[in-house]
């Protein structure tokens, strides 16, 4: 079976780094887009990143940007997100995801991505 599997999380102080790793088994996801989510407590799920198919076009979201850089290597069929200078706001549950077609740009809608991982939490102390 399929599965995306997290890890990288864990507890920082406020101007730290973290990187988090998505690592793919059960199948390849070279050819798929990639996305990074997160849930804070209390928030909606939010694209923090996304990557096309062969890393060649990333995008991050205005809240991140300049801090955060997604990348993926597709021989270790993995994709990272790379946090630099955190905030207590990044607090949150992480989450890598993989859109439903292979091939193709990046994604930035929820709705295009049909395989999940079950998350690694990322705590920013203040």
């Known amino acids: 079976q399929a599965q995306l599997v997290e890890s990288g999380g864990g507890l920082v102080q406020t101007g730290g780094s973290l990187r988090l790793s998505c690592a793919a088994s059960?199948?390849?996801?070279?050819?798929?887009?990639m996305g990074w989510f997160r849930q804070a407590p209390g928030k909606e799920y939010e694209l923090v990143a996304a990557?096309?198919?062969?890393?060649?076009?990333?995008y991050v979201a205005d809240s991140v940007k300049g801090r955060f850089t997604i990348s993926r290597d597709n021989a270790e069929n993995a994709v990272f997100l790379q946090m630099n200078s955190l905030k207590p706001e990044d607090t949150a549950v992480y989450y890598c995801a993989a859109v439903r077609v292979p091939g193709g740009p990046l994604y930035k809608s929820p709705r295009s991505y049909n395989q999940w991982g079950q998350g690694t939490q990322v705590t920013v102390s203040s």
């Open positions: 990557i096309n198919w062969n890393g060649g076009d990333t």
């Open positions: 059960g199948r390849t996801f070279s050819n798929y887009p």
